[in-house]
């Protein structure tokens, strides 16, 4: 069971605002998935290794070499704001 | 005219442009009104394409090199396409217009396809009904009244009803083959890591997989032959062992195929199970071996699924900020800019998903969620491997059900994810697994799903080509 102070606590963690309808819901809906999920708890894993990558493959490197990057104009092409070549955002200060 | 050409297979088209009796301009124009004229209908028609070309492009001359030249291809949103909307379903992405290609997108304008449209899709790839699309949900060619399963809704419909020859989509946990039979095409989710991720509007990257879907197997073939590769910019994609060849085969003789119960018990609806058997009866006709086989774990998949899955989604979408691009939303300071911009943005299975990943993946939550849903993932993996010994391939229908009302399961969010029991085992060992349709229930298609050992998709292919070919399953009423 997912309380609703779980629910805003995980919100917060997740920089999502929810409404007050929406903790309720959050609450009920995530509660029931992990309901079903919680069996899993119910399996002897202990000795059982944890997936890391379904497909074996060693370390994929390559040489670091510097090659040209995406243009700044082109990066910032999809900006909201722009300030001084750079994207815009507002003050991180306590509001 | 036009009918003629909508009539050819991507393969014929391709032939027919090489050999000059069929023009490629002729073909897209073809194509191009079709997408139009659904498109200008929003959601009174399919509501197949977020986005159509409203010019011919160029396709490079037929040729070795371009051997798919001048044959258009419909695109999931997902993937980026550069100058043209790519949105991945969600309105935190309304309007973004990459600077850049997917890798597979590129790779198949190499090989000569022509972009003809973007197709629609669940938000972030999250659904099995197309529903969750910030731009509408899309409806089912053999009933508009029906979904036509998800997430890649939009490229299933667009092959379906003959408004692309073929289509690009992603299988996270179902996403390509569950469509496909729903829609009563072909889709192929390939071995993981058997094509680039580059440029892919990610979900969970260790599930995500991009794939084919075509109206025949020997198009998929076709289309998967351009779209593998080793790629610098993906660091998890693998180079296949084997070239794609275009299937071939004329009987099954030798094949052993395994029917695992804990797939096809209760939840399989009863006309889909007809179809199943009667396909396992064709099978043996055709001189496969079938045993009941079992996958002790999974009856576990969904659930590992629903703890990794919404875990990698909520750590890749925390790059949706309202910073770089998409939707930014009113604010007086930066942490109410994140939170508001996200609350607006993004749609509520998307918000649970995130919620649901972030829980998992919280302080004193890790080691018995995510840490033990990637252990069950190697018990699946495990179970697959085991039963590889003894059979050639593992035969389950693609979906549990056929296609279903719009708004039938919208409001229980675990009845929809039950979608993908099918789906997911396969997702979670990384293997590949294609959809086939295997004949109707009431009037609607059904799917059936053969799946195999990492890259087996040659054989994979044949096995798929040599049913399709007994089956006889004739789509072509619903692309009139």
């Known amino acids: ?61 390559r040489p670091d070499e510097p090659v040209p990057s995406l243009p700044r104009e082109q990066a910032l092409a999809n900006a909201p704001e722009v300030v001084d070549d750079g994207f815009g955002v507002p003050s991180p200060g306590a509001a | 005219m036009s009918a003629d050409l909508i009539a050819l297979s ?28 659904d498109a200008a209908k929003g959601e009174d028609g399919l509501n197949a394409y977020t986005w159509v070309a409203d010019v011919t492009p160029s396709a490079p001359a037929a040729s070795d090199a371009a051997p798919l030249a001048g044959v258009p291809l419909a695109v999931k949103d997902l993937f980026c396409t550069e100058g043209v909307p790519s949105q991945s379903g969600s309105k935190i992405l309304a309007g973004y217009r990459p600077p850049y290609n997917a890798t597979v997108v590129d790779k198949l304008a190499s090989a000569g396809t022509t972009l003809l ?39 299933a419909a667009a092959v379906a009803a003959g408004l692309a020859p073929w289509a690009l989509g992603t299988d996270t946990g179902g996403s390509i083959r569950q469509p496909a039979a729903l829609c009563g095409i072909v889709g192929l989710k390939p071995t993981y890591g058997s094509v680039s991720r580059y440029g892919m509007i990610a979900f969970a ?4 997989q991009a794939g084919p879907f075509a109206r025949d197997v020997t198009d998929t073939a076709l289309l998967y032959r351009h779209m593998v590769g080793r790629d610098g910019r993906d660091s998890t994609s693998l180079q296949h062992p084997d070239e794609i060849a275009l299937p071939k085969g004329v009987d099954l003789k030798g094949i052993r195929l395994g029917v695992p119960e804990e797939l096809i018990g209760e939840g399989v609806e009863s006309g889909v199970r007809e179809a199943f058997n009667q396909t396992l009866a064709l099978a043996e006709q055709l001189g496969a071996t079938v045993e009941t086989t079992h996958l002790p774990h999974a009856p576990h998949a969904l659930s590992a699924y629903y703890l990794i899955a919404p875990a990698e989604a909520s750590s890749n979408l ?13 604010a007086d300071d930066l942490l109410s800019m994140y939170t508001r911009t996200r609350a607006e943005g993004f749609g509520p299975e998307v918000k649970r ?39 050639d391939f593992i035969v389950t229908p693609s979906a549990p059900t056929v296609a279903f009302k ?36 009431d009037g609607l298609p059904v799917g059936f799903q053969i799946a195999g050992p990492a890259f087996s998709e040659n054989r994979l292919l044949d096995a798929a080509y040599v049913l399709e070919q007994a089956l006889g399953f004739d789509g072509s009423k619903v692309r009139a």
Not at chain 2, 132 to 155: I, L, M, Q, T
Request: with cysteine; glycine share 8%; net charge negative.
């Open chain 2, 353 to 391: 998903r995130i919620m649901l990943g972030t829980y998992a993946l919280s302080s004193g939550y890790y080691d018995a969620y995510y840490g033990r849903a990637q252990k069950v993932r190697t018990k699946i993996a495990e179970d697959f491997r085991s039963a590889f010994d003894s059979f």
């Open chain 2, 10 to 37: 991507a393969r014929d088209a391709a032939e027919q442009i090489r050999h000059g009796r069929i023009s490629a301009d002729e073909l897209f124009a073809a194509y191009r009104e079709r997408a139009a004229a």
């Open chain 1, 1 to 61: 069971m997912i309380d609703r102070a779980q629910v805003l606590h995980v919100a917060r963690l997740a920089r999502l605002e929810l409404t007050d309808d929406e903790v309720g819901t959050m609450s009920r809906e995530l509660s029931a998935v992990l309901d079903h999920i919680e069996k899993i708890g119910e399996l002897q894993l202990d000795d059982v290794p944890a997936t890391s990558h379904v497909i074996d493959v060693v370390n994929a490197l």
């Open chain 2, 318 to 330: 925390a790059r949706f900020d309202g910073v770089r691009y998409g939707l930014r939303a009113d």
């Open chain 2, 117 to 155: 449209g973007k197709t629609n899709q669940d938000e972030f790839a999250m659904g099995s009904s197309n529903e969750n699309s910030a731009f509408g949900a899309v409806r089912n060619p053999w009933d508009a009244s029906r979904v036509p399963g998800g997430s890649s809704g939009g490229s």
């Open chain 2, 205 to 208: 990257s260790s599930l995500d």
């Open chain 2, 406 to 441: 719009l708004g039938e399961k919208t409001a229980d969010p675990l009845e929809m994810y039950l979608q993908d029991f099918c789906t997911i085992p396969m997702s979670l060992a990384g293997i590949p697994a294609i959809s086939i349709p295997n004949g109707l229930s």
